[in-house]
């Protein structure tokens, strides 16, 4: 808090009681920070999207949600980010068994030491019969693997992961195609993610669409 904001304070303190002065504040300050859930160590990190309930030959929408994440990361400078390039190209060098090797593994034949594990547990994009309008509603797992052991560093407290879901409703996508509509909310997503690891300002409200925690 800068000089004149604790002026401000004590000002508002004097004159309407501490109760008041922190009804200023809020207005002049904004919302309070909120916390990371958890801080990752200032370690190489490697970003990891994946489906696995439907684990097959394409994955678009993995790679889209990963390369926003990566970037957010590294825009907030949470740890240095290991380009997932190498994981593509670990992939194709190894499309038969590359779903078998574990997440550590993966990690470390990439030179990472912690994996961003994400899930995407559901990606639905439902159209209206008759209009352009569509409805959407996808839901992602998140979690921090120690590549060292291969143990979940976060949550401990949730095996599957942190849940974060999206959801629109009926006139989403008019005049978008597919494509356009997936980028807008991985863009989102990938904002929420990277929010987990980094202390941030509520400056904006939260974007339309985020449910539960």
């Known amino acids: 808090m800068n000089f004149g904001r ?4 004590v000002i508002a303190c004097a004159l309407g009681g501490c109760s008041a002065a922190g009804a200023i504040m809020h207005k002049v ?4 920070a909120v916390p990371a859930k958890f801080v990752p160590a200032p370690k190489p990190l490697l970003v990891l999207v994946e489906n696995y309930s439907r684990q097959s030959s394409g994955h678009a929408d993995e790679d889209l949600l990963a390369r926003y994440v ?5 825009e907030h400078k949470v740890a ?9 190209e670990l992939r194709m060098a190894r499309p038969g068994d590359f779903h078998e090797l574990s997440i550590s593994n993966l990690g470390r034949k990439v030179g990472a030491e912690q994996v961003l594990y994400v899930n995407i547990v559901e990606s639905r994009i439902e159209p209206l019969l008759g ?11 998140v979690k921090m ?6 143990e979940t560093r976060w949550p401990t407290d949730m095996e599957a992961g942190f849940p974060l879901e999206y959801k629109s409703e009926w006139g989403t996508g008019i005049g978008r195609s597919e494509m356009e509509i997936k980028q807008g909310i991985y863009r ?25 925690q």
């Open 145 to 150: 693997i120690d590549v060292s052991n291969g």
């Open 80 to 88: 240095p980010v290991v380009d997932s390039t190498k994981l593509r």
């Open 6 to 9: 604790v002026l401000l304070w």
């Open 131 to 141: 209009d352009e309008s569509v409805r959407t509603q996808t839901s992602v797992r």
């Open 70 to 74: 990566e970037g957010e990361l590294k």
């Open 188 to 212: 989102a997503l990938s904002d929420r993610i990277a929010k987990l690891f980094y202390k941030w300002k509520p400056d904006q409200e939260e974007p339309e669409g985020f449910i539960g």
């Open 29 to 32: 300050a904004g919302p309070p």
